[in-house]
């Protein structure tokens, strides 16, 4: 005989098999009565063991933090490198010989200030030949020194001779002239006095020309003479003036950053040596790209917080100077230049820096603990206690910064947000706070 045995719901069924024929029994709600005649009984179901045990769940022990309201300056993180404010390379504008040096690397010099200098003694013989040739064309004119911008020729020795004798002449036709009229004069004599006077004239004339010739002349060796005076000058090379965007400022300096000549050494003005190089460096500049979609929130005058590898922790303040119009096509990101003030020339141009573009900032925004932050299934969360259980709040991140982080979300001034524990919780799990420990126990402190 073979059986099998098998059940439904609450019912129990049984087939038996045996030789030639089968028997099927259905039992419904079975239940087994002992000889005192005790009731039925039922076994517990799924559901109300689940109910049950919800009914009894113990608290979650958790810490909490308060949130805070704090102030926070929103920024846009960018890496770039300082440049100096203004980089120029000297180069002589005239040649010769190096004949001394006056700044050296890492000197710091002012605008005006001498570099080198060039054997100034061919310059200055020039200086003295074009000096030669104006007095030899004043003493053309009869002149002792240079004339004015209001000078009349008509003052000149030349001039008014030939006017003095073109006045004799005009009186000499004019009395000739009546005494033709009068019958009295020779006809002769009159034509020989018309003639003088139009020499005369044209004797003045070429004597104006002459001494505009002459004063022409004294012009273009006072201009050679200012060009050969301004290259003996250039002998002595000097540091460039300030640029225009610093010449309010009283204390612009250069830091020597190469010098590229020495003593000795030929310069040419072409192709030309170059000298020194200097650079400003307070300020600086800082260039970075910033990707597009920050355009809107960048503007001229915004503060940036700089950061550099050498000062660890320290923060330099500089302003957003300039906005380029332009995006590059292939980044998808714009220029930004920002002025970073190095009065006490601590920062290196050249050096490579990570700075914080401020776009925006409030004075009451939402806080709390990193350790509070909860991710799963791409959702960020946080838990806050209210009436002992643990409530999921959604929240978006912002600004961190030491050990908190800004949050967007359904979070009030006076909520709590568990920081440890979060592991244990879901929506609605009630909660027991535990005391922070502020001070270790002496024995644990021995023991470690």
């Known amino acids: ?24 029994w259905w039992i419904g709600s079975v239940c087994l009565v002992t000889a005192v005649g005790l009731g ?21 022990p958790v810490s909490v933090a308060p949130v805070v309201r704090r102030p926070v300056a929103r920024r846009v ?28 690397v890492a000197d710091r010099v002012r605008p005006g200030q001498v570099l ?13 030949v074009e000096r030669r040739f104006l007095e030899e064309e004043l003493a053309r004119l009869e002149l002792d020194r240079l004339p004015g911008p209001d000078f009349d020729i008509e003052e000149l020795p030349a001039v008014e001779s030939a006017r003095l004798r073109l006045e004799n002449a005009q009186r000499q036709y004019e009395r000739e002239k009546a005494l033709l009229l009068a019958n009295a004069g020779v006809q002769q004599a009159y034509e020989d006095a018309e003639t003088n006077l139009k020499v005369a004239q044209a004797t003045l004339r070429q004597a104006r020309v002459n001494a505009r010739a002459s004063l022409a002349a004294v012009r273009h060796r006072q201009a050679l003479l200012a ?47 170059p000298a020194y190089e200097l650079v400003i460096d307070a300020p600086l500049k800082l260039q970075a790209m910033i990707p597009e979609r920050y355009l ?16 660890p922790g320290e923060r330099f303040e500089g302003r957003v100077a300039r906005v380029y119009p332009t995006i590059d096509p292939d980044s998808r990101s714009f220029l930004v230049e920002a002025h970073v003030p190095n009065a006490d020339h601590r920062l290196r141009p050249g050096g490579f820096a990570k700075a914080g573009v401020v776009v925006s ?24 206690i209210r009436e002992n259980q643990a409530h999921e709040v959604e929240v978006s991140v912002g600004v961190r910064q030491d050990g908190w982080v800004e949050v967007r979300g359904a979070l009030a001034p006076d909520d709590r947000v568990v920081i440890s524990g979060q592991s244990r919780l879901v929506d609605g799990s009630p909660v027991v706070v535990r005391e922070r420990v502020t001070q270790r126990p002496a024995a644990v402190r021995a023991a470690r």
């Open 1 to 24: 005989m073979t059986g099998t045995m098998w059940t439904t719901g609450n019912r129990v069924g049984a087939t038996v098999a045996m030789p030639g024929c089968s028997v099927r």
């Open 40 to 60: 039925c009984a039922h076994a517990p179901q799924p559901a109300e063991d689940e109910a049950a045990a919800a009914s009894v769940q113990e608290p979650v």
């Open 77 to 104: 993180s960018v890496v770039g490198t300082l440049a100096g404010f203004e980089r120029v390379v000297v180069t002589p504008k005239v040649e010769g010989r190096v004949q001394k040096l006056h700044a050296e």
């Open 116 to 128: 080198l200098e060039i054997d100034p003694v061919d310059f200055q013989l020039a200086v003295e």
């Open 227 to 273: 060009v050969a005076e301004e290259r003996l000058r250039q002998t002595r090379v000097e540091a460039p003036p300030a640029p225009v965007a610093l010449s309010d400022e009283p204390d612009v300096t250069y830091a020597v950053a190469k010098r590229m000549v020495a003593v000795g050494e030929m310069v040419r003005a072409f192709p030309s040596t």
């Open 296 to 311: 809107a929130q960048v503007a001229v005058g915004q503060s940036i917080d700089v950061q550099v590898d050498a000062y």
């Open 361 to 384: 900032e409030s004075d009451e925004a939402t806080t709390v603990p990193l350790e509070a932050i909860v991710r799963f299934a791409g959702v960020t969360k946080v838990f806050a």
